[in-house]
Nanobody, 116 residues
């Protein structure tokens, strides 16, 4: 059974940091590219960051460049999103996504709220 389980969300003040984790099981994690998306209330889901299966290449949305870092540990079947200098506009549900050829899997999401 394929599972992607996000964790690490919560309430943080502006300027603070959070690290999200996404633990994968039920598929060959090291074959899959991984990405983080987010969806704010009333808005569409947007790509935040992505990383290739080997971790050698990453890309980021312009809105998070220099603040967020995506990484992965293929030995632990886990992808991470380190979020620094958080802003209120980063408030959203964050989802991880696994993709390989025609196969796409989504996690259930974790809420991140940035507020004073």
């Amino acid at each position: 059974q394929v599972r992607l389980v996000e964790s690490g969300g919560g309430l943080v003040q502006p300027g603070g940091s959070l690290r999200l984790s996404c633990a994968a099981s039920g598929f060959t994690f090291s074959n899959y590219g991984m990405s983080w998306y987010r969806q704010a209330p009333g808005k569409g889901r947007e790509l935040v960051a992505a990383i290739t299966s080997t971790g050698t290449s990453t890309n980021y949305a312009d809105s998070v460049k220099g603040r967020f870092t995506i990484s992965r540990d293929n030995a632990k079947n886990t992808v991470y999103l380190q979020m620094n200098s958080l802003k209120p506009e980063d408030t959203a549900v964050y989802y991880c996504k696994a993709y390989y050829r025609v196969y796409i899997y989504w996690g259930q999401g974790t809420q991140v709220t940035v507020s004073s």
